[in-house]
């Protein structure tokens, strides 16, 4: 079946992580010319490693908190090579567990900073372009929390990716009329270095609570995103599809 994803080209911020490379070796995999978008340069250069057309591929180091350097960015891609039709929004920043009361202003910005703002940043740079061409696709990823809440003491994480949520149908209802679908992916527990640090304790109790009874694979949401990337989910928008294991109904 064909996806109609050859020969698009493809920006997957977060794609030296655990799940943005999975996102990138889907595309890349189905003939995308595939961006690898990350501010870490040695897993950028491990993701770029696993891909199975390297010639279909390069990586940007970039902060995507920069509001200018993404601006940047994408114009030299747009100039450079065309515009792209995928933008996959995975590049994200888990706060500190800290109760609200305690929590600091600069923890705060700086979760905000990478997770909502990065996310605006780049559909605000690459939907110009799209809405030129009168096409395109955006996945962001969200999260459990920002649909439930966090249950980790991270209200400032969970507020972030509430944003993004909001953000995903807004842009929806606006880009839809110029072609842009912009659906979004709520994963719930992940093994990823995101959650490296996770006590046993939380993840005994979430595993106690996923009704497939195992935490996800980077794959799992990869899939998703290939599928909201591609042209099998061509009459959707605004959506967001939880990637969970069913947690979110516990
Ligand atoms: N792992 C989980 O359980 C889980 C659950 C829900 C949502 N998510 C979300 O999934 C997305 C991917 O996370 P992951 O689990 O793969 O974690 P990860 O830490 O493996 O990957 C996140 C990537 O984002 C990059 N990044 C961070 N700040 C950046 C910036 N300013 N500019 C550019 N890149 C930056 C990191 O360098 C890293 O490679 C994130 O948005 C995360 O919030 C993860």
């Known amino acids: 079946m064909d996806l109609g994803i050859t020969g698009k080209i493809a920006l997957v911020t977060g794609a030296g992580g655990g799940i943005g490379s999975s996102i990138a070796k889907y595309l890349n995999e189905n003939g995308a010319f595939v961006y690898l978008i990350d501010i870490n340069e040695s897993g950028l250069q491990d993701a770029l490693s696993t891909l199975s057309h390297q010639n279909l591929a390069k990586t940007i180091c970039l902060n995507i908190a920069h509001y200018s350097e993404v601006k940047n960015a994408i114009d030299q891609i ?14 994200g920043v888990a706060g500190l567990n800290t109760p609200i009361f305690e929590l600091k202003e600069e923890e705060f910005n700086r979760i905000m900073s990478v997770n909502l703002n990065g996310t605006f940043n780049m559909i605000r740079h690459v939907s110009a372009h799209m809405a030129e061409l009168g096409r395109g696709k955006i996945v962001n990823i969200a999260s459990m929390a920002g649909v439930a809440g966090s249950n980790l003491f991270q209200s400032h994480y969970a507020a972030s990716k509430g944003g993004v949520i909001s ?13 842009i679908h912009v659906n979004g992916i709520a994963p719930g527990v992940i093994e990823t270095q995101m959650i ?3 006590k046993e304790e939380a993840r005994e109790d979430y595993m106690k609570k996923i009704p497939l009874q195992r935490i996800g694979y980077p794959d799992d949401v990869g899939k998703v995103a290939l599928f909201l990337s591609s042209d099998l989910s061509v009459y959707m928008t605004g959506q967001i599809i939880n990637v969970d294991g069913g947690i979110i109904m516990a």
């Open 167 to 179: 953000l995903t149908r807004s842009a929806a209802k606006e880009l839809g009329p110029k072609g």
């Open 196 to 198: 490296a640090e996770m």
């Open 78 to 91: 747009v100039s450079d090579h065309g515009t792209p039709e995928i933008l996959v929004n995975a590049a």
